[in-house]
C-alpha cells in the first residue's frame, strides 16, 4: 500500500513565527509532490509543488524535498491567522496519474 | 470560468436508494479524479480517468461506478448506499497526460449523508 504519512497535529503557533509541516511518503517511483491548503468546509486548493531535491520558495512559502529520505516539507514564515487551515501532503504515484493524499496537519495560527 | 462544477452540493439518500454525482470542468483537463474526504482520513481516490473514454479503479472503489462522458464530465453513481459511504465527495481534474506533472483543481465537493 503506497502511503503519504502527516503528523495529524493539531499545529499551534503564534502568529509571527514559522510554521513547520512534514510529510513522508512510501512510493520512491514518485516524481511529483504538491502542498494543498483546506480551510474547513471548503475544498482543497494548491499552495506549492516541489519536483526537484531542495528547496523552492514562493513569497511566504518554502517547499523542501529529499527524496533520498522520502520526505517533503512546507514552511510558512510569518505565519498569519489566515493561515488556520488542514494542509494536505499529496503525492503523484509511480504510474504518474494517481495522487494520493496525507491525513493532512491542522495548523491553527494565535493572533 | 468555472473551472470544476459539482452537483448536488447536498445530499441525503436512506440506505439502499441509488444516486449520480455529476462534476463537468471547462479547462479542457484530460484527467478527472474522484474522490471522497472522511475526518482524519484525508482524501482517498475512488476512481480516475486518466483520459476521456477510460477508467481505473482508485483505493476505494468499491460500492462505486464511474462513466467518463465526455472529455468535459465525469460522474460517479452509487448504485444501492450504505451508511459507510456518508462522506463529502470531490470532484478534482488535472492537465496531465502519460509522464507530465501537474496539479488537481478541485469542485465545491458533495456532502452526502445516508441514513
Known amino acids: 500500500q503506497k502511503e503519504v504519512e502527516q503528523n495529524s497535529g493539531p499545529l499551534s503557533v503564534p502568529e509571527g513565527a514559522i510554521a513547520s509541516l512534514n510529510c513522508t511518503y512510501s512510493?520512491?517511483?514518485?516524481?511529483?509532490f504538491f502542498w494543498y491548503r483546506q480551510y474547513s468546509g471548503k475544498s482543497p486548493e494548491l499552495i506549492m509543488f516541489i519536483y526537484s531535491n531542495g528547496d523552492k520558495e514562493d513569497g511566504r512559502f518554502t517547499a523542501q524535498l529529499n527524496k533520498a529520505s522520502q520526505y517533503v516539507s512546507l514552511l510558512i514564515r510569518d505565519s498569519q491567522p489566515s493561515d488556520s487551515a488542514t494542509y494536505l501532503c499529496?503525492?503523484?504515484?509511480?504510474?504518474?496519474?494517481?495522487?494520493?493524499f496525507g491525513a493532512g496537519t491542522r495548523l491553527f495560527v494565535k493572533a | 470560468n468555472a473551472g470544476v462544477t459539482q452537483t448536488p452540493k447536498f445530499q441525503v439518500l436512506k440506505t439502499g436508494q441509488s444516486m449520480t454525482l455529476q462534476c463537468a470542468q471547462d479547462m479542457n483537463h484530460n484527467s478527472m479524479y474522484w474522490y471522497r474526504q472522511d475526518p482524519g482520513m484525508g482524501l482517498r481516490l475512488i476512481y480516475y480517468?486518466?483520459?476521456?473514454?477510460?477508467?481505473d479503479k482508485g483505493e476505494v472503489p468499491n460500492g462505486y461506478n464511474v462513466s467518463r462522458l465526455n472529455k468535459r464530465e465525469f460522474s460517479l453513481r452509487l448504485e444501492s448506499a450504505a451508511p459507510s459511504q456518508t462522506s463529502v465527495y470531490f470532484c478534482?481534474?488535472?492537465?496531465?497526460?502519460?509522464?507530465?506533472?501537474?496539479?488537481?483543481?478541485f469542485g465545491n465537493g458533495t456532502r452526502l449523508t445516508v441514513t
Open positions: 478534482a481534474s488535472s492537465g496531465s497526460s502519460v509522464g507530465a506533472l501537474s496539479p488537481l483543481h
Open positions: 512510493d520512491r517511483g514518485s516524481q511529483s
Open positions: 480517468s486518466a483520459s476521456e473514454g477510460t477508467t
Open positions: 499529496a503525492v503523484i504515484d509511480t504510474g504518474g496519474f494517481k495522487t494520493i
